[in-house]
């Protein structure tokens, strides 16, 4: 049974504490763990961890080809569905404990808008926990998420990251900073683009930004502690790696992790956003779009890094070893990848 204790909580932004609810603290580890974006980077490291140590998961995915591929290995229980749909949402976590929604997008694509995928997602699975009466969520959201953000993408993930926060249930909100990792879309892509580079590299706006790249297991063990620790209940974490680094720094380091070389040449976003635009048009899985490519010129770094300070874990460096699966990368499975149907 899970652990039923009285607590109180404040809502953000105002000093009124919510009428004390009886909510569990930690999650029943006997009843399944619903799992959405179960597929995707985080995802899989993540089914793995809580397979690994006794979780049993359940898995939301939309492809069940791919979901194979990416987690046929591992002991879990699969729903397929759009997250987007309401009757998906509740029939999949009916019987649950707990959810770890992870389940967003980064690239708008027909029929498919950050207001659609990632907000609205969110609140009908608030909706739906409530009705299945599953009270813990975790809510993997991102570092810079903010209702009042000038950015659409990261506007879209702070609005929801809001609806989370105010749901009534036992949250927990993580905000990481870039996730590096073999099925990132982030290293990989600039790796992919350096392989189709000859000799030069442009670098947007210099390379400037700062950004503190967080490996995918190390996120993928603060899920796991967050649904095992009672006091990461009505919190949110801001979670990165190492040490921060500029664009240019991980750059270099993703250069020497592939064996490769190549100038790096400063060019202005504001010259790169219509050669960028043009490829989203003609271009069917673009690997940048203009708004993530603004998004390359803000810094993501965290000042408090849960990951140490309240996790204990010692990061994962972003170098070296962990950057190995960059030099299957070959320029005709890049060339590929820009092509692939989504
Ligand atoms: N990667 C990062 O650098 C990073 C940094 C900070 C925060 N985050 C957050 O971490 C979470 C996971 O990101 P990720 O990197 O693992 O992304 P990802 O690899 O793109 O995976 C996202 C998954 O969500 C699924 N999904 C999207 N819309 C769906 C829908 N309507 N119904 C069902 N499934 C849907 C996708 O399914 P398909 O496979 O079918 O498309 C995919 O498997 C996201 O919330 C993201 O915002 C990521």
């Given at each position: 049974m899970a652990s039923r204790e009285s607590y109180s909580y404040e809502r953000e932004g105002s000093a009124t504490a919510v009428a004390e609810q009886p909510l569990p603290y930690t999650a029943d580890k006997k009843k399944p763990v619903l799992v959405?974006?179960?597929a995707g980077l985080v995802g899989i490291h993540t089914c793995r961890e809580l397979t690994k140590n006794g979780w049993k998961v359940r898995a939301l995915i939309r492809d069940p080809a791919r979901a194979a591929?990416?987690?046929g290995q591992l002991p879990v229980e699969f729903?397929?569905?759009?997250?987007?749909?309401a009757t998906t949402l509740r029939g999949s976590l009916s019987g649950c404990g707990a959810v770890v929604h992870l389940a967003a997008i980064a690239i708008e694509r027909k029929g498919q808008t950050y207001r659609e995928a990632n907000t609205a997602m969110t609140e009908r699975l608030i909706s739906a926990a409530r009705a299945e009466s599953v009270q813990?969520?975790?809510f993997m959201s991102q570092n810079g998420?903010?209702?009042a953000s000038p950015h659409a993408f990261l506007r879209s993930k702070g609005v929801a990251q809001d609806s989370v926060k105010t749901s009534g249930l036992a949250w927990t909100v993580l905000r990481p900073s870039v996730i590096f990792g073999p099925e990132d879309q982030f290293v990989n892509v600039?790796?992919?683009?350096?392989r189709l580079s000859p000799k030069i590299f442009p670098l947007p706006g210099g390379g400037k930004a700062r950004f503190q790249p967080i490996a995918v297991d190390d996120v993928a063990?603060?899920?796991?502690?967050?649904l095992e620790k009672k006091d990461t209940v009505q919190q949110s974490y801001d979670l990165g790696g190492a040490v921060p680094l500029t664009l240019r720094q991980m750059t270099e380091r993703i250069l020497t992790a592939m064996g490769a070389t190549r100038r790096l040449v400063s060019v202005p976003i504001a010259l790169l956003r219509p050669l960028v635009g043009l490829a989203q048009r003609i271009i069917p899985n673009p690997p940048v779009t203009p708004g993530l490519l603004d998004l390359l010129a803000l810094d993501n770094t965290v000042a408090n890094?849960?990951?140490?300070?309240?996790?204990k874990i010692v990061p994962i460096p972003f170098a070296g070893d962990e950057l190995q699966y960059l030099r299957r990368i070959t320029a005709r499975s890049a060339l590929k990848s820009l092509f692939e149907q989504k």
């Open positions: 959405t974006g179960a591929m990416a987690l729903r397929v569905g759009d997250a987007r749909d813990r969520v975790i998420a903010d209702s600039l790796a992919r683009l350096i063990r603060v899920v796991r502690l967050s890094n849960a990951l140490t300070e309240q996790f």
